[in-house]
């Protein structure tokens, strides 16, 4: 990665930033949730920013729409975010494979 990736992936973090911004409030709120949401969880769908990206846009045609943020996602912004990562692997299912368990599995 050279000098110029790094300041066009820089270029292209502050306009999307520049984009959260401009949703209503409510919408900022439950979007900045649902990053701390798989910043915890880490599904794999974060390495390539799409998911972020795919979300965002989703937010925009809901503005668009005229609906409620709540509208789109419901009352469990958690559910809404495990939904979308139903059939994605995570780093947690990474690390539970490594020590040797499957996801899912307990110790016995």
Not at 48 to 57: A, K, P, Q, R, V
Request: some cysteine; aromatic content about 12%.
């Amino acid at each position: 990665m050279g000098i110029r990736d790094i300041i066009e992936g820089k270029r292209r973090w502050r306009a999307y930033l520049a984009r959260v911004k401009e949703l209503p409030p409510d919408y900022q709120i439950v979007y900045k949730e649902i990053q701390r949401y798989f910043f915890k969880i880490g599904p794999l769908g974060l390495l390539d920013g799409s998911l972020f990206s795919e979300i965002l846009d989703f937010f925009e045609e809901g503005v668009a729409a005229g609906k409620g943020v709540l509208e789109l996602v419901g009352d469990d912004v958690a559910a809404f975010c495990d939904d979308l990562i139903k059939d994605s692997r995570t780093y947690a299912d990474i690390y539970q494979e490594s020590v040797g368990e499957g996801p899912g599995t307990t110790e016995r």
